[in-house]
């Protein structure tokens, strides 16, 4: 029989709310099936010491570990670089700072000092130098920095390689690790043309997600020497992240990671088809040159049909999408976006905006 990932959605939608949406492959489901599976807290399952040493070879990191998500991947990490009433310096539009529920402080008692993300992503080399702490008792301890590759909210951008070491460098002369949440690596290593081991050689630690683009169902990886991953393997257990036959997860992940890295070519193709489409459309603001990879920003005008019945209109036609702020909206391509519901979707917003 068949597999049609379309089956498992409750309507036929073209859903560009994010590349979360995506559903796992038949080779996935498959993979799963057959998996060897034993008790990962014991560490008894080959399926995810397979993973493991899949990712940080690819990586270029001395080991890894898979968690359950994105979130936790990055909460762990942070955590085993620092203690509690430690400083991380961040982006203040970084994923770390507004999606994760506070857990690095919450959870943590890790400090945060948030500067300025660039349009694209980076943040000033200036503005790291100076807000590195110097050592006295009413400060807290600079000991992390955390960049965003690509960045969710600064358009997608990937960061490149001459950026990433000036930051190394920084963090070197001033003793401070380097950790990049790298939910979409895979996307940025294409976006500038390299491999994921050389967009990671600079930094410390990394973590990147099998459940977005790659459209695995579940599963991220955090990267890097063993000593910190033995850290980032006792804080998943404390946050309750030790899974037993977790090998169900590391089979669509391994899957994953063998079959999906070229959709991501196509996705950002799709990407771009979209934003040129937009672009073009009378009252709607979104520049091509802002969608490097998978993400496109866009705003409209107010319209006779008012904005507030806008994302009703569209999904009354069948197409989904986030509203960031009023008239501001973001469209994410992925696996489950094909070319033909690429053109329907230029259609659809012709002729509801025109
Ligand atoms: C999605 C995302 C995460 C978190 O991943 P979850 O699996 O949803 O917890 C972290 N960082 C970035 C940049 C993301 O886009």
């Known amino acids: 029989?068949?597999?049609?990932?379309?089956?498992?959605?409750?309507?036929?939608?073209?859903?560009?709310?994010?590349?979360?949406?995506?559903?796992?492959?038949?080779?996935?489901?498959?993979?799963?099936?057959?998996?060897?599976?034993?008790?990962?807290?014991?560490?008894?399952?080959?399926?995810?010491?397979?993973?493991?040493?899949?990712?940080?070879?690819?990586?270029?990191?001395?080991?890894?570990?898979?968690?359950?998500?994105?979130?936790?991947?990055?909460?762990?990490?942070?955590?085993?670089?620092?203690?509690?009433?430690?400083?991380?310096?961040?982006?203040?539009?970084?994923?770390?700072?507004?999606?994760?529920?506070?857990?690095?402080?919450?959870?943590?008692?890790?400090?945060?000092c948030q500067l300025k993300n660039q349009k694209d992503g980076t943040i000033l080399i200036e503005d790291i130098k100076n807000s590195i702490r110097k050592d006295n008792i009413h400060f807290p301890t600079s000991r992390l920095i955390c960049l965003e590759n690509t960045h969710n909210r600064c358009h997608g951008f990937p960061l490149q390689l001459d950026y990433l070491t000036s930051v190394k460098s920084i963090a070197v002369e001033n003793n401070l690790k380097l950790h990049v949440d790298g939910a979409r690596l895979f996307n940025a290593a294409i976006s500038i043309g390299t491999s994921i081991k050389e967009i990671c050689e600079p930094v410390d630690s990394v973590t990147f997600c099998l459940s977005k683009g790659l459209s695995a169902p579940i599963g991220s990886l955090v990267c890097g020497d063993q000593d910190f991953i033995n850290k980032v393997k006792r804080l998943r257990k404390v946050l309750g992240g030790g899974m037993r036959q977790a090998g169900i997860?590391?089979?669509?992940?391994?899957?994953?990671?063998?079959?999906?890295?070229?959709?991501?070519?196509?996705?950002?193709?799709?990407?771009?088809?979209?934003?040129?489409?937009?672009?073009?459309?009378?009252?709607?603001?979104?520049?091509?040159?802002?969608?490097?990879?998978?993400?496109?920003?866009?705003?409209?005008?107010?319209?006779?049909?008012?904005?507030?019945?806008?994302?009703?209109?569209?999904?009354?036609?069948?197409?989904?999408?986030?509203?960031?702020?009023?008239?501001?909206?973001?469209?994410?391509?992925?696996?489950?976006?094909?070319?033909?519901?690429?053109l329907e979707v230029i259609k659809i917003f012709s002729q509801l905006l025109s």
């Open 249 to 342: 997860i590391a089979a669509a992940g391994i899957e994953a990671l063998d079959t999906m890295p070229d959709q991501l070519i196509l996705d950002h193709k799709h990407a771009q088809i979209l934003a040129q489409a937009l672009f073009e459309i009378p009252g709607v603001t979104c520049d091509p040159d802002l969608v490097p990879t998978n993400i496109i920003y866009f705003s409209i005008r107010e319209y006779s049909m008012g904005n507030k019945n806008f994302l009703a209109e569209m999904e009354k036609n069948g197409v989904k999408f986030f509203e960031l702020s009023p008239n501001n909206y973001r469209l994410v391509t992925h696996s489950g976006i094909s070319e033909k519901d690429v």
């Open 1 to 112: 029989m068949g597999w049609d990932r379309s089956k498992c959605l409750n309507k036929i939608m073209i859903d560009l709310r994010s590349d979360t949406v995506t559903l796992p492959t038949r080779g996935m489901l498959e993979a799963i099936y057959r998996a060897k599976l034993g008790d990962d807290v014991l560490d008894e399952d080959p399926t995810i010491q397979k993973l493991e040493k899949k990712s940080a070879d690819l990586a270029g990191k001395e080991t890894s570990l898979l968690v359950p998500s994105g979130t936790m991947a990055n909460l762990t990490a942070i955590l085993a670089h620092c203690e509690r009433g430690d400083e991380v310096i961040l982006g203040d539009l970084a994923h770390t700072f507004l999606y994760e529920a506070g857990g690095i402080s919450s959870l943590g008692g890790v400090h945060s």
